[in-house]
């Protein structure tokens, strides 16, 4: 099993920064994408950015130029910098990670945070 903690979420103006980060842990062999969604109220949960092992990224078309996404492979956490908020960046915003584990064999399977809310105010 693989556990993903996140934290940074929090209430910021609009212009505003914040940062959040999700650490993974368990029975990890190799994370090959974690990203970050997010899920506004009455909304689907959508993506906000991804990264791959490889150091590719890619973003939301809403968050570009405004979002970065970081790993660390070594340390297998995920860090999200957020600036210029806008209010339609509110919501929960949860870390997933594409992970390979080893038991009898290797296999894959995708894992969720608990999720951190990020409010905006205009």
């Known amino acids: 099993q693989v556990q993903l903690v996140e934290s940074g979420g929090g209430l910021v103006q609009a212009g505003g920064s914040l940062r959040l980060s999700c650490a993974a842990t368990?029975?990890?062999?190799?994370?090959?994408?974690m990203g970050w969604y997010r899920q506004a109220p009455g909304k689907q949960r959508e993506l906000v950015a991804g990264a791959s092992s490889g150091g590719t990224t890619n973003y939301a078309d809403s968050v570009k130029g405004r979002f970065t996404i970081s790993r660390d492979n070594a340390k297998n956490t995920v860090h999200l910098q957020m600036n210029s908020l806008k209010p339609e960046d509110t919501g929960v915003y949860y870390c997933?990670?594409?992970?390979?584990?080893?038991?009898?064999?290797?296999?894959?399977?995708?894992?969720w945070g608990q999720g951190t809310q990020v409010t905006v105010s205009s």
């Open positions: 368990g029975n990890i062999f190799t994370i090959n994408v």
């Open positions: 997933k990670a594409d992970v390979t584990s080893y038991g009898v064999t290797y296999y894959r399977k995708d894992y």
